[in-house]
């Protein structure tokens, strides 16, 4: 098995391409071992490795965000945690347990709801698929009064050019689609 490495824009953040889909129920996002240890025995694997603070899947990719310890010492017991998971045969996730419930949290006012759904093809026809190759994921959580909310996970999330991503680039396609939209904030 050959698994490739990329940088993303988060550089306490590095994304593992094993070459396999990794999770086809569309991402999940661990911030602790105690998170993953119920849901996701590769994630809780991973949390093994010292210095590992984040897991995110996404269908074809892992994304691991480590504490100040150095990539040099941290990504070939990443690899080998990965290779050995999949060579396993174990599943990736023991349920659904850790994927995202796209409506899960959302809230708006059902007068916006064209609004709401304009946003969500943006966001899934040109936002998520951008920000996927850089090894994170955005999804929809509201709108209200001209503000829309939005969850930034995997890379993204604690990723120092997120705010550029969502003020500069985000906001201004929807502002640009979408004239009733003010402003994006992250959640």
Same mark, same amino acid.
């Given at each position: 098995? #050959? *698994?490739?490495?990329?940088?993303?824009?988060?550089?306490?953040? !590095?994304? /593992?391409?094993?070459?396999?889909?990794? &999770?086809?129920?569309?991402?999940?996002? /661990?911030?602790?071992?105690?998170?993953?240890?119920?849901?996701?025995? !590769?994630? +809780?694997? !991973?949390?093994?490795?010292?210095?590992?603070?984040?897991? /995110? $899947?996404?269908?074809? #990719?892992?994304?691991?965000?480590?504490?100040?310890?150095?990539?040099?010492?941290?990504?070939?017991?990443?690899?080998?945690?990965?290779?050995?998971? $999949?060579?396993?045969?174990?599943?990736?996730?023991?349920?659904?347990?850790?994927?995202?419930?796209?409506?899960?949290?959302?809230?708006?006012?059902?007068?916006?709801?064209? *609004?709401?759904?304009? *946003?969500?093809? @943006?966001?899934?026809?040109?936002?998520?698929?951008?920000?996927?190759?850089?090894?994170?994921?955005?999804?929809?959580?509201? &709108?209200?009064? %001209?503000?829309?909310? @939005?969850?930034?996970? %995997? +890379?993204? +999330?604690?990723?120092?050019?997120?705010?550029?991503? !969502?003020?500069?680039?985000?906001?201004? @396609? @929807?502002?640009? $689609?979408?004239?009733?939209?003010?402003?994006?904030?992250?959640?």
């Amino acid at each position: 098995m #050959f *698994i490739q490495t990329e940088a993303t824009p988060n550089p306490a953040t !590095l994304k /593992f391409l094993p070459g396999k889909v990794v &999770y086809e129920g569309g991402s999940a996002d /661990f911030r602790d071992p105690d998170s993953a240890a119920e849901a996701s025995p !590769l994630a +809780a694997r !991973l949390f093994t490795v010292h210095g590992v603070t984040g897991v /995110f $899947f996404g269908y074809d #990719f892992i994304t691991v965000t480590k504490d100040d310890a150095d990539w040099q010492h941290l990504k070939p017991a990443i690899l080998g945690a990965i290779m050995e998971h $999949f060579m396993s045969g174990q599943p990736v996730m023991n349920s659904e347990a850790g994927s995202d419930l796209e409506d899960e949290g959302e809230f708006y006012d059902e007068a916006d709801e064209s *609004i709401v759904a304009t *946003i969500k093809e @943006l966001l899934e026809t040109r936002v998520r698929p951008a920000v996927a190759q850089d090894g994170g994921d955005i999804t929809f959580k509201g &709108y209200k009064e %001209g503000r829309v909310f @939005l969850h930034m996970k %995997g +890379a993204c +999330a604690g990723c120092p050019s997120s705010t550029a991503t !969502l003020k500069h680039g985000i906001q201004n @396609l @929807l502002r640009h $689609f979408i004239p009733e939209v003010q402003e994006v904030e992250a959640v």
